[in-house]
T-cell receptor
């Protein structure tokens, strides 16, 4: 069974540009999450989808970040326009049952974003 | 919100030594996971352990939910064990709250 995959693995962009990160969850997983670790700080939650619906987006830092999960399969996270403080590693995770709490979350390899 | 504290923040071991990493959390949780972030930045699932004890090879973990702590044991450490170990807990709404991590360096 394939794990969570993310693309690209690394992205280097100029301040003001737009970047789109993609996450493909484990097949059949209803829940999809985005997290990020910036500047060596703690890994922080960004948002949570249950299928195609945003369940919780309380961690999204501002309106420059837009996440979508059309059709309840893969998800994209767009940063527009990117700022220097957006540099870090963006992780995607998925878990199985959308209704239950306490599901084990499985993480992708992350996308390292560098904004110059 | 829930607080997660990991100790020690840094640990240097000689290859072959054993170690114990600790995770304290401030409230009851539905989920607790341990991860290893390898030198390439990937987060590897080690244990899903909201309570009880589990073992996987040289690693084992114990969570005492009533006392709000979890321990990760690494025995006979190897250089490939180096990296950052994270504890993460979930209290509400399926979102994990991470600790700051323990940086482990295993020297040969």
């Amino acid at each position: 069974e394939a794990g969570v995959t993310q693309f690209p693995s690394h992205s280097v962009i100029e301040k003001g540009q737009t970047v789109t990160l993609r996450c493909d969850p484990i097949s059949g997983h209803d829940n999809l999450y985005w997290y990020r670790r910036v500047m060596g700080k703690e890994i922080k939650f960004l948002l949570h989808f249950v299928k195609e619906s945003k369940q919780d987006e309380s961690g999204m830092p501002n309106n420059r970040f837009l996440a979508e999960r059309t059709g309840g399969t893969y998800s994209t996270l767009k940063v527009q326009p990117a700022e220097l403080e957006d540099s870090g590693v963006y992780f995607c995770a998925s878990s199985q049952d959308g209704r239950a709490v306490g599901n084990e979350q499985f993480f992708g390899p992350g996308t390292r974003l560098t904004v110059l | 919100g829930i607080q997660v504290e990991q100790s020690p923040p840094d640990l240097i071991l000689q290859e072959g030594a054993n170690s114990t990493l600790r995770c304290n959390f401030s409230d009851s949780v539905n989920n607790l996971q341990w991860f290893h972030q390898n030198p390439w930045g990937q987060l590897i699932n080690l244990f899903y352990i909201p309570s009880g004890t589990k073992q996987n090879g040289r690693l084992s973990a114990t969570t005492v939910a009533t006392e709000r702590y979890s321990l990760l044991y690494i025995s006979s450490s190897q250089t490939t064990d180096s990296g950052v170990y994270f504890c993460a807990v979930e209290r509400y709404g399926n979102k994990l709250v991470f600790g700051a991590g323990t940086i482990l360096r295993v020297k040969s």
